[in-house]
């Protein structure tokens, strides 16, 4: 039973266009939730994260949303790069718990010139 | 410059060989993990370690164990190597005050398992 789902595997944009990743989870009780960028060959490298007190976090070209009622989490990527072109995964952890993140199934993202 | 390191980043082995996974981090972390990733699958919890010889199942541990000796180094174990077993192992490891959560990962180690 998948807790955290991304449900589109992959995403084409052009370049200078919005990115939008997303990712719906089931548990209430994640209280934190990350995205991770990963080149093939290579492993999964942090992009951003927030917490459930939040409703929006920014970091440059990259925001990331949660709608806590709707159980979703987005990335939105503005604007996009062909050096963006990788897998995102998108990462919760339940409240109060120092136990490992759970980690959603992937979403291609290519970024075409 | 924070450093998770896999020894072997390309292996191929036979079925029922035994197979070591190597991984060492250099930021004194408490806590380390082994992942695979599969196509559509994505990051999928083997074992994890709070400290040093402590160790716990994540969500895939048949077929695998691990060992950690030392803080630094985390094993992954595979007793009889089999073909579902080919994939890519990721090694990551996380202060366990941590800066939000943040986990590292290695750069990956593809198996093949012939």
């Known amino acids: 039973d998948q807790q955290v789902k991304q449900n589109s595997p992959s995403l084409s944009v052009q370049e200078g266009r919005i990115s939008i990743l997303n990712c719906d989870y089931t548990n209430s009780m994640f209280d934190y939730f990350l995205w991770y960028k990963k080149y093939p060959a290579e492993g999964p490298t942090f992009l951003i994260s927030i917490s459930s007190i939040k409703d929006k976090n920014e970091d440059g070209r990259f925001t990331v949303f949660l709608n806590k009622s709707a159980k979703h989490l987005s990335l939105h990527i ?3 790069q062909p050096g963006d072109s990788a897998v ?3 990462a919760t952890k339940p409240r109060g718990s120092a136990r490992q993140l759970t980690f959603g199934s992937g979403t291609q993202l290519t970024v075409l010139p | 410059d924070v450093k998770v390191t ?3 980043r390309y292996l191929v082995k036979r079925t029922g060989e035994k197979v070591f996974l190597e991984c060492v981090q250099d930021m004194d972390h408490e806590n380390m993990f082994w992942y695979r990733q599969d196509p559509g699958l994505g990051l999928r919890l083997i074992y994890f370690s709070y400290d040093v010889k402590m160790k ?3 969500d895939i541990p048949e077929g695998y164990s691990v060992s950690r000796e030392k803080k630094e180094r985390f094993s992954l174990i595979l007793e009889s190597a089999s073909t ?3 994939s890519m ?4 490891s996380r202060d366990r005050t941590g800066v939000r959560n943040t986990i590292y990962f290695g750069e990956g180690s ?5």
């Open chain 1, 88 to 90: 995102y995964f998108c």
């Open chain 2, 89 to 92: 192992y990721l090694c990551a």
């Open chain 2, 110 to 114: 593809w198996l093949t398992v012939v």
């Open chain 1, 78 to 80: 503005v604007p996009s």
């Open chain 2, 56 to 58: 716990e199942k994540g």
């Open chain 2, 84 to 86: 579902n077993q080919t």
């Open chain 2, 6 to 8: 896999q020894s072997s």
